[in-house]
T-cell receptor, first 116, second 113 residues
């Protein structure tokens, strides 16, 4: 069975601190894709990044960075110098091939609170 | 492009009433999905469609029906609403590829009294 675990239910930090959101996944597939989405208080789901299982290079986009490690089945997300606008629920997801169709398996999400 | 739109944004039903949620996408995507989001549980897939005229069950299909008569539209129906169906419903669409990102609508907040 495929599974995505986000063990941190809620994280609270003070603005400008760095914060890492953990994501651990389980899959038997050799080819798979991992995603991060952001859900701000307004409620919409915003795509942040997609990573395939053959690319273990870390990705950096501004203050955001992602650390993908197949050896530990983890795809962690770090926000550097956090800002109040980063406050949101963040979801990690795994692409699963089921009956030749593709579905996303979602983690439960981590609520990130950035205090001014 | 409007992307993915959902109608309505909010709705309150009484137990036993029926309603239909409409999802529309203008990105010519083959795949469409309906999810529900409950506190602390992330997103759970209700039904999905891999193309016009096709639908399939997801993780939590009971109590819901869907139809995909047109490629751009995906309807979610509740025939007899129950309080357990109080949730936020999201529609998403994507291309026919596991590499593809799913793009989400703004959500519909449904309360069943």
């Amino acid at each position: 069975a495929q599974k995505v675990t986000q063990a941190q239910t809620e994280i609270s930090v003070v603005e400008k601190e760095d914060v890492t959101l953990d994501c651990v996944y389980e899959t038997r597939d050799t080819t798979y894709y991992l995603f991060w989405y952001k859900q701000p208080p307004s409620g919409e789901l915003v795509f942040l990044i997609r990573r395939n299982s053959f690319d273990e290079q870390n990705e950096i986009s501004g203050r955001y960075s992602w650390n993908f490690q197949k050896s530990t089945s983890s795809f962690n997300f770090t926000i550097t110098a956090s800002q109040v606008v980063d406050s949101a629920v963040y979801f990690c997801a795994l692409s699963e091939a089921k009956d030749s169709n593709y579905q996303l398996i979602w983690g439960a999400g981590t609520k990130l609170i950035i205090k001014p | 492009n409007a992307g993915v739109t959902q109608t309505p944004k909010f709705r309150v039903l009484k137990t036993g009433q029926s309603m239909t949620l409409l999802c529309a996408q203008d990105m010519n995507h083959e795949y469409m999905y309906w999810y529900r989001q409950d506190p602390g549980m992330g997103l759970r897939l209700i039904h999905y469609s891999v193309g016009e005229g096709t639908t399939a069950k997801g993780e939590v299909p009971d109590g819901y029906n869907v139809s995909r008569l047109k490629k751009q539209n995906f309807l979610l129906g509740l025939e007899s609403a129950a309080p357990s169906q109080t949730s936020v419903y999201f529609c998403a669409s994507g291309t026919r590829s596991r590499t593809d990102t799913q793009y989400f609508g703004p959500g519909t907040r449904l309360t069943v009294l």
